[in-house]
């Protein structure tokens, strides 16, 4: 069916009765909508993707495609390239029978403690506007949708169910609507309606969803409600929510009905959000016959080389003393340093996750880089503190079949076994539930490939208990603290307890969790090895690095510091991995730090390392893309998407846990650069900051002396290889007024451009500056402004590198 079709969808309408239609608006099961074939409307399959497309089971068996995280791509500032991994998106969607992916996510870096950055692009709606736009462009071109997420003020984590979100209007549509505001534009099919409240009202009864997104803006999709979002009926079904998810149980359903009956909902209202779905139903090829998806021509079939580009096109070089690239024919031996080089953090936790079947750590990319060329020696160092991780078919076996991975059962109430099967990690999210199911076990053999004191636990909620060879180290009720969707399904809090394992003798550890209403079903059954006296691996990393012609030192976040649910208590990677790099870079100065987080960590040694390359999450093809850049195959082309702190204490906005129930954005537009340079401090590295291979000349800049309120304008900005080799430069312009009635940023990013040069050669960066850069909202006339007169334009490298400046003056209003 065509995307304009209304009449015929009236049509349809007009064919069902009310019983028929309100069942539509709410979910057949957690991730397909309700069909009806009276009409000709299948289901619809929706699924988590900001990162890779799930699907719809947490299944380790059935792998995805994993991307760099959202921040890598909010550092690549290259539309063209991030629209190319959403066709990659979308081809993974097709390939899985997904309809609606749900993403981008499109809430700002707020607070450096924010636990979800990695999912979020940047601190500039400027920047994540157009991030967003690009990746949604990718994903729909194969007739997907995408989802604009998690409209608006959804910026942290804490208490995010509840918290009440109070922004002035001013802020809200200038810095937090913005980039909803770029995704409609860019045609987004779907918007996803966040838990929290703002000044006062629940975001899925919120009138935020009618004005402006509906009304003004004129998006013609779905909201959806982020999932058991909905928690009431009336206001609700009253409001411009379209889609109550998940299903088949919510606050719609027979209440719904009862109160259009009772004339408490308007059946106009339900009419609508039936026809908004009828009208996604038609643009993914849901309703009427089925047709094939089209293939974008930008879709690339070397998936795993795409990935590649993108690890390196999104990493950050934030310093280098000369140290980088490194050259393989003046190497003999490389130290590679650090527990994360051999483990890495690939993507971020919570419900984006999904299972990757391939990883290349950045310990295997080297060798491969290096294989013939020079010895690779790896030292782990002292391991960061982190909890054990699930089990994997690495470590264990099933006791029944003796193949790799561990046993899943679900018992009933007498212990017996209802359903088995073989399974390839501890964490079982999923599990089958057949009627009568009372527990969920998981057991493995283990085989310790170390000996000393081991570290089990067991994760979910209720009565569980947790046994090492017939011995019980865990046995206790843990009841649930918390509602939030992300921990009792995804992340369940994981008890843990030690016992010493004398030998390498194989032991069966056995974990078992009872059912509890509304406390999910996830379980988890993790172990994790002795470690290693820190003093002793210290020492034995520092006398690698030593006798190495060069060191890489690979530090990073963990797995509970960086998640969905909870925000992050602080910057610090800890003091083990603090030590190792200080102590790596004093005795090698050609020691490179490879920082493997999704968002802001503190690096009090960024000046005593020769060379500082953040790769963020960076994805399935993590270490085969770091080899790219390390060994200079490619140049690193990130630019910074959010400024870093030198530490939490000198960032100017942090607070992210609401008082009394509500969390002020007192800080106004003022986020990200805009409060550091409304502070007067310094941070370590500034948003637009990065390096590559080679240095640029602002040789000369043209910018319009005079322009038209509401008319874009292109500045023109010649830039100069002065470098050895080519490379890629990404002129920022920024805007100031410091004569003026309003309160303003010290200065405000307005646009970008990137362009390449051979070495010794010239490039034009033509930087377009878009109408909204020089407005602003008005509160007293409720609508956009542009106040006329003389404006400062900027161009630099960077907030905190500006590199040439005129001015403008603008006419009309």
């Known amino acids: 069916m065509d995307d304009g079709t209304d009449g015929t969808i009236d049509r349809l309408i007009g064919g069902l009765s009310l019983e028929q239609k309100v069942r539509l608006l709410t979910g057949v099961t957690t991730w397909r909508t309700a069909g009806e074939p009276a009409i000709g409307l299948r289901e619809m399959v929706t699924s988590d993707g900001p990162a890779g497309v799930r699907g719809e089971a947490w299944d380790e068996r059935r792998t995805s495609v994993l991307l760099p995280s959202a921040s890598a791509l909010g550092a690549m500032w290259d539309e063209e390239l991030v629209e190319r991994l959403g066709g990659l998106l979308g081809a993974e969607a097709a390939r899985k029978g997904v309809d609606v992916v749900l993403a981008p996510t499109l809430n700002l870096h707020r607070s450096p403690l924010g636990g979800r950055h990695f999912e979020c692009f940047s601190e500039d709606p ?83 969803l009618a004005e402006p997104l509906k009304g003004e ?130 993507q971020g936790g919570g419900s984006a996750g999904v299972f990757c079947s391939d990883v ?154 009872e059912l509890v209403p509304g406390r999910g079903r996830a379980t988890v059954l993790a172990a994790a090895p002795p470690e290693p006296d820190p003093a002793t691996a210290l020492a034995d990393a520092v006398r690698a690095a030593r006798d190495a012609d060069a060191a890489i030192v690979v530090v990073g976040t963990t797995e509970d510091s960086e998640t969905e649910g909870y925000d992050r208590v602080g910057l610090s990677l800890g003091e083990h991995q603090d030590e190792l790099v200080r102590a790596v870079a004093a005795v090698n100065p050609r020691t490179v730090v490879v920082v493997n ?94 390096l590559g291979y080679t240095t640029w000349e602002y040789a000369a800049v043209e910018a319009p002396a005079h322009v038209t309120a509401g008319e874009p304008f292109t500045v023109r900005v010649t830039v100069r290889n002065s470098g050895a080799r080519a490379g890629r430069e990404v002129v920022q312009v920024y805007l100031a007024r410091s004569d003026t009635a309003v309160k303003r940023p010290v200065r405000w990013f307005a646009g970008y451009a990137a362009v390449r040069a051979e070495a010794g050669r010239t490039a034009l960066a033509e930087v377009v500056v878009g109408p909204r850069a020089l407005r602003h909202w008005s509160e007293n006339d409720r609508g956009w402004v542009v106040e006329p007169g003389p404006y400062r334009i900027m161009v630099g490298r960077s907030a905190g590198d500006i590199r040439w400046e005129g001015r403008v003056t603008v006419s009309g209003s």
């Not at 918290?163 to 534009?185: K, S």
């Open 217 to 346: 803006w004129g998006f013609d999709g779905v909201v959806v409600s982020d999932w058991a979002a909905v928690r009431t009926t009336v206001d609700t079904g009253r409001a411009a929510l379209d889609l109550a998810m998940p299903g088949p149980d919510s606050p719609w359903g027979a209440a719904l009905v009862r109160a259009v009956k009772d004339g408490l909902v308007a059946e106009e209202a339900v009419d609508d959000k039936v026809r908004r779905l009828l009208r996604l139903a038609g643009r993914v090829g849901a309703l009427g016959p089925a047709r094939p998806r089209p293939v974008p021509v930008s879709a690339s079939p070397d998936t795993r080389g795409l990935l590649r580009r993108a690890v390196g096109a999104g990493s950050v070089l934030l310093r280098n003393s000369g140290v980088l690239p490194l050259d393989p024919a003046g190497l003999s031996t490389v130290a590679v340093v650090g527990t994360h080089a051999a483990t890495p953090r690939v």
């Open 360 to 513: 290349v750590t950045p310990l295997a990319g080297v060798r491969a880089r290096l294989r013939g060329r020079a010895r690779v020696v790896y030292e782990p160092g002292p391991a960061p503190v982190a909890p054990p991780a699930p089990l994997d078919a690495g470590l264990c076996t099933d006791p029944a079949s003796g193949a790799p991975g561990v046993l899943l059962r679900v018992l009933d109430a007498a212990g017996r076994e209802l359903y088995a099967e073989r399974r390839l990690s501890g964490r079982q999210l999923e599990p089958d539930l057949p009627p009568g199911a009372h527990t969920v076990e998981i057991s493995a053999v283990l085989r310790p490939r170390r000996r000393g004191e081991w570290t089990f636990g067991v994760g979910g909620f209720g009565r569980m208990t947790l046994t090492v060879d017939g011995r019980t180290l865990l046995d206790g009720e843990f009841p649930g603290d918390t509602d939030d969707p992300a921990v009792v399904h995804v992340n369940p809090p994981l008890r843990t307890a030690r016992t010493v394992l004398a030998g390498r003798r194989p032991v069966r550890v056995v974990a078992r969790r």
């Open 126 to 208: 400027e920047l994540t506007g157009r991030t967003g736009a690009a990746l949604i462009r990718g994903i729909q071109a194969l007739g997907v949708a995408a989802t604009a997420k998690h409209y608006v003020g959804n910026d942290s984590e804490t208490d995010r169910l509840t918290v009440d979100v109070r922004v002035g209007e001013r802020t809200l549509r200038e810095v937090y609507l913005a980039p909803f505001e770029a995704a409609v534009q860019a045609g987004v099919w779907v918007v996803m309606a966040g838990y929290n409240a703002v000044d006062g009202t629940t975001m899925t009864a919120g009138p935020l």
């Open 597 to 690: 987080s999704g968002g802001p960590v503190e690096m009090p040694w960024h000046r005593e390392a020769g060379a500082v390359l953040l790769a963020w999450f960076p994805g399935q093809e993590a270490g085969a893309g770091l080899a790219d850049v390390l060994f200079g195959l490619a140049e690193p082309g990130g630019r910074l998407p959010t400024t870093w702190a030198a530490s939490l204490a000198h960032a100017p906005v942090t607070r992210t846990r609401p008082v009394d129930g509500r969390l002020d954005y007192a800080e106004g537009p003022h986020i990200g650069h805009r409060a550091w340079l409304r502070s007067g401090r310094e941070p370590a590295y500034w948003f637009g900051h990065g």
